[in-house]
């Protein structure tokens, strides 16, 4: 817990406020238990769900589990809805931002993980890798071939390995809130968002963690959304070596 790493001197005595990210497109059915799990993992940990355009009860079954809500009023895709959580975190002051997906596929019994390099000083931004030793997770083929290419040309970019550079399970600091919160990749994001955090001199560190499968419905990524997927973000990728990126402003 926060609190028990505060006692012992692992943080500032100041607390720390913390906060969820949950960005949620139609999961309904398990954007609730995600919210439980959160406050049985630190009742004083807040979270806001981002209902992305949800045409279902997202933001009910959010708002009724605890949540706050912020309700987007059409699809933005997974990259706007982080940036709007993260804005939010910025403008209220947080800490600490943690962003756990609305699917369940994300375990909040493993945030410990990827908070201890954030409370421990040593990174701005922790990502949680399936890749580095820990559970079972197997995607198809042609996603699990797509995501070795593309840690490698990350990997060569930033000059440090990258094992997993889609995963969707992170703990930020203030200044990568204030980073992300001025600009955040919206169309399948981490990636690019992985290059940015290097452009900026902000360190990032991978923790082994353990994803669960879906709770509920299917992805969305196919094997022609894969492959789309692959050449969008490699022409993203060799854009942004000649973009000019913005100064993030620190505090809210």
């Known amino acids: 817990m926060i609190a028990e790493r505060r006692e012992q001197g692992e943080v500032p005595a100041a607390a720390l406020r913390c906060i969820a990210v949950v960005p949620a497109h139609n999961e309904e059915r398990t954007v609730a238990s995600v919210v439980a799990e959160i406050k ?23 708002r009724h589990a605890g949540a706050e809500v912020v309700s987007l009023p059409y699809n933005l895709g997974i990259g706007g809805a982080v940036q709007t959580g993260l804005q ?52 198809p083929l042609s ?13 060569l970019l930033v ?11 992170r703990a ?25 955090v290097f452009r900026h001199r902000l360190r990032l560190v991978e923790v082994p963690v353990h994803m669960r499968l879906r709770g509920a419905g299917t992805s969305s990524i196919t094997f022609w959304r894969s492959a789309y997927y692959m050449l969008k973000v490699m022409l993203a990728l060799f854009v942004g070596l000649f973009r000019r990126y913005p100064t993030p402003q620190e505090g809210p």
Do not use: C, M, W
């Open 40 to 62: 049985s993992f630190d009742p004083h940990f807040e979270v806001v769900v981002i209902d992305d355009g949800s045409t279902d009860g997202t933001a009910e079954a959010a």
């Open 88 to 139: 939010y975190a910025h403008k209220n002051g947080f800490d600490i931002a943690v962003q756990v997906d609305g699917d369940a596929q994300h375990d909040p019994l493993e945030i410990p993980k990827i908070l201890g390099p954030i409370l421990e000083g040593k990174a701005e931004l922790v990502v949680g890798s399936r890749f580095l030793g820990e559970g079972e997770y197997e995607p």
């Open 143 to 155: 996603r699990l071939l797509g995501i070795k290419v593309l840690s490698r040309v990350v990997s």
């Open 159 to 169: 000059g440090k390995r990258i094992t997993d550079t889609t995963s969707g399970f």
């Open 172 to 196: 930020l600091n203030r200044q990568a809130i204030s980073l992300f919160a001025a600009d955040y990749p919206h169309d399948y994001p981490e990636v690019e968002a992985t290059v940015l």
